[in-house]
């Protein structure tokens, strides 16, 4: 069987919505849960600005105190 690689876009901005997207499940990934309300960060609706979007300090800390923050430090 042939395995055959699909380009997937969330919205329609293409590339950088798919990547929005990719950010915002990495989020999930790292321990994050989705964001109550559209706060300009990658975990809420706001991943189709991305790349105009970035996990903020305390996401970033929870990450980094989550089981793969030895490995991300």
Not at 28 to 43: E, Q, R, V, W, Y
Not at 56 to 61: F, R, T, Y
Request: hydrophobic share 30%; net charge negative.
């Amino acid at each position: 069987m042939q395995r055959r690689l699909i380009h997937w876009s969330a919205s329609a901005e293409g590339e950088f919505g798919c990547t929005g997207g990719m950010v915002h499940e990495l989020g999930h990934a790292l321990g994050l849960p989705d964001s109550a309300s559209t706060d300009g960060t990658p975990t809420s609706a706001d991943f189709y600005d991305y790349p105009n979007t970035h996990f903020d300090q305390s996401q970033k800390n929870q990450i980094l105190n989550g089981p793969y923050g030895s490995f991300l430090s």
